[in-house]
């Protein structure tokens, strides 16, 4: 099979829910969803996402996400192909054009490194240059250390679109580094409050007593439903601390309320994700708990 589209603005809403439903097949089969939340958010919204999606006989079967480089940081693609089309070439011809248009440097991430994704590393002849890990524990056993609040410090809970721009402000300087999560802006705020799974009482904050309009750092939580074949799960879903905050004991203080949120809430297992190369949070969620369960890895050319 040759790949006779080519990158594109955001798709037709007809043709976005088509995405939608492969990359549904696709996580069915493969028991990892194949493409990050940023992805499905893109397919709905103008941004700088550019789309390539293939077409068999009027059924998308494969997709393409590239978000070109900006800055220091390179280009990024993810793709999917249909289970019900693969070991045809697809999944190689689609990483190969969204190189190709990232340019030099361009990156593809592959979601769990899955055999085939890694078969398609090696064909292309691509290394993996960035790891980012999934980690989990259970909310039982080990007991869940105290959450121990400092006199200096004022806890609370979102209290709505007011937060905003201080949630925004710390989130840009703790990820400044970071390709994706820096860059979020108010849109990115407003979609997850719309999401099913949004809990206000879920989203820590942490501010400065002396100073408590300045927020310090901040916890989002989520809980991702219970399907047919797995119990509900908890997620450390963004925990962001200001630099100027740094050394305060605030990442492990905002996990701890979070932890305790979702055991309170009946979650018996909780996940995070985090860079492979970040040694100081590795090193506090290794405290909490916290092992190694899966993988995600992002390739390039050498």
């Known amino acids: 099979m040759s790949i006779v589209s080519e990158f594109s603005g955001r798709p037709s809403s007809e043709r976005a829910q088509a995405v939608r439903d492969l990359i549904g097949r696709a996580d069915a089969v ?50 999917v192909v ?6 045809r070439g697809l999944g190689g011809e689609l990483v190969e054009a969204a190189l190709t248009a990232g340019g030099d440097g361009a990156r593809v991430w592959a979601h769990g490194d899955l055999p085939a994704a890694r078969a398609v590393a090696h064909r292309l002849g691509l290394t993996g240059v960035r790891e980012l890990l999934q980690l ?12 121990e609040v400092p006199d200096s410090i004022v806890l609370r809970t979102y209290r709505g679109p007011s937060d905003d721009a201080e949630l925004l402000r710390v989130n840009a300087a703790a990820f400044a580094w970071h390709p994706e999560q820096g860059r ?14 949004f809990d206000p009482e879920g989203l820590f904050l942490a501010f ?6 300045v927020l310090l ?28 905050a740094q050394g305060r004991g605030l ?3 905002l996990t701890l309320a979070g932890l305790h949120h979702l055991r309170d809430r009946g979650l018996r297992t909780v996940l995070l994700y985090v860079e492979g190369d970040n040694t100081a949070a590795l ?16 390739y390039a050319r050498p």
């Open 251 to 253: 990442g492990r203080l």
């Open 184 to 197: 979020w802006a108010e849109v990115d705020v407003e979609e997850r409050r719309a999401e099913a799974w």
């Open 208 to 213: 400065d007593a002396a100073e408590p309009d």
């Open 136 to 147: 989990r524990r259970p909310l039982d056993v080990p007991a869940l250390p105290a959450v």
């Open 82 to 87: 249909d289970p019900g089309h693969r070991g």
């Open 30 to 79: 493969d028991g990892t969803a194949p493409v990050s939340e940023q992805v499905i958010h893109s397919l709905t919204r103008d941004g700088d996402a550019l789309h390539l999606v293939e077409v068999s006989d009027d059924v998308v079967v494969g997709y393409a996400n590239l978000v070109p480089g900006h800055d220091e940081h390179p280009a990024m693609a993810e793709v």
């Open 283 to 298: 090193n506090t969620y290794g405290k909490l708990g916290f092992e190694r369960f899966h993988v995600d890895v992002a």
């Open 217 to 244: 750092g901040f916890h989002w939580t989520k809980v991702h439903p219970a399907t047919e074949t797995d119990d509900a799960l908890g997620e450390v879903y963004v925990v962001g601390i200001d630099p100027s």
